[in-house]
């Protein structure tokens, strides 16, 4: 020990130093360390927490976008198939529509031509009525008159301009 107080070294002073040194390293790891330590274990816990719950909502995310796109697909192919089915329904109704249509232009052009040709028949009716009575009216005439030939040569272009 004596070499050391020959340097300006007290053992004394360094037992002391070494004492509170001690002291000191067991204060600050009663006050300081464990405190310290206690509280990065605790946030790395809430980290841990906070990365599980992100996980889990990542995959509730992804879960409920999945749903989602099914939904919407599924609401697609409904409307595809209401869309084609209202198609279907009017092609059907239009075709039925024109179907009518042409039965009842075809019932009016029947009746049409029936009323034509009664019609016609009836006007062929008039005209022979009417050029028999012209007939035994010139015939009359010229019975009633004496035959001479320009008289009834008169005559007969009248019967002609009046049958046209």
Request: hydrophobic share 40%; glycine share 4%.
């Amino acid at each position: 020990m004596e070499a050391l107080g020959n340097l300006g070294i007290d053992g004394y002073s360094i037992l002391l130093y070494l004492v509170n040194f001690g002291i000191l390293i067991v204060l600050l790891q009663r006050f300081v360390y464990k405190p310290v330590l206690k509280f990065i274990d605790e946030r790395q816990e809430k980290i841990e927490n906070s990365v599980k719950r992100a996980d889990e909502i990542e995959k509730r995310v992804i879960a409920i976008e999945s749903e989602r796109e099914e939904i919407i697909k599924e609401a697609r192919r409904q409307a595809t198939e209401t869309a084609e089915k209202a198609k279907n329904e009017g092609d059907a109704r239009r075709d039925e529509i024109i179907s009518a249509a042409k039965r009842e232009v075809e019932r009016v052009v029947a009746s049409g031509k029936k009323q034509l040709e009664e019609d016609r028949a009836e006007m062929m009716r008039s005209v022979r009525k009417d050029i028999v009575d012209i007939v035994v009216k010139a015939s009359a005439r010229i019975v009633s008159d004496a035959i001479d030939e320009k008289k009834s040569q008169s005559l007969a272009e009248e019967v002609v301009r009046k049958m046209t």
